[in-house]
């Protein structure tokens, strides 16, 4: 009852077939004839799976005026525990030894050996450059 036919993609305007098993599945369903070549609606999909899910979520410090001039951003100076400081009234602040400089260092988490630590100076210092 059905045949094979030729159609036209609307995205890629490559002629694809719509077979006769399709033009079947179609009909049952009630489907309009696709406007899509299989590879288009396949990259489609997987275009709006790719919106749906992440979000991000990522921490970023710009714009949310830090009195600590610039720690956090960038992501490169990751702290743990650090995030929900903001909520927690006056920031918690630390003190350790600058890798850099070795001079004695505030910082606003608790410092895990192993980690570098820099004293805000030298953190410019190194973001600047
Ligand atoms: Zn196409
Ligand atoms: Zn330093």
């Known amino acids: 009852m059905y045949t094979d036919k ?3 993609c609307a995205d890629c305007g490559q002629e694809f077939v719509f077979t006769a098993s399709e033009q079947d599945f179609y009909a049952q369903r009630n489907f309009t004839e696709p406007r899509r070549c ?17 979000g991000g979520g990522s921490y970023s410090a710009e714009g ?3 009195s600590y001039g610039g ?4 992501g490169s100076y990751s702290a743990g525990g ?3 400081a903001r909520d927690r009234g006056p ?13 004695d ?25």
């Open 82 to 84: 650090y995030s929900g």
């Open 105 to 129: 260092a505030q910082v606003p988490f608790r410092p895990t050996s192993g980690k570098p630590v820099y004293c805000s100076d030298c953190f410019r210092t190194m973001r600047g450059a």
């Open 64 to 66: 949310g005026s830090s």
């Open 6 to 8: 030729n159609l036209t």
């Open 38 to 54: 299989a590879s288009c609606r396949a990259s489609r999909k997987a275009a709006r799976n790719a919106s749906d899910g992440g």
């Open 71 to 74: 720690y956090g951003a960038g």
């Open 91 to 103: 920031r918690e602040m630390f003190t350790a030894t600058c890798s850099n400089c070795g001079r």
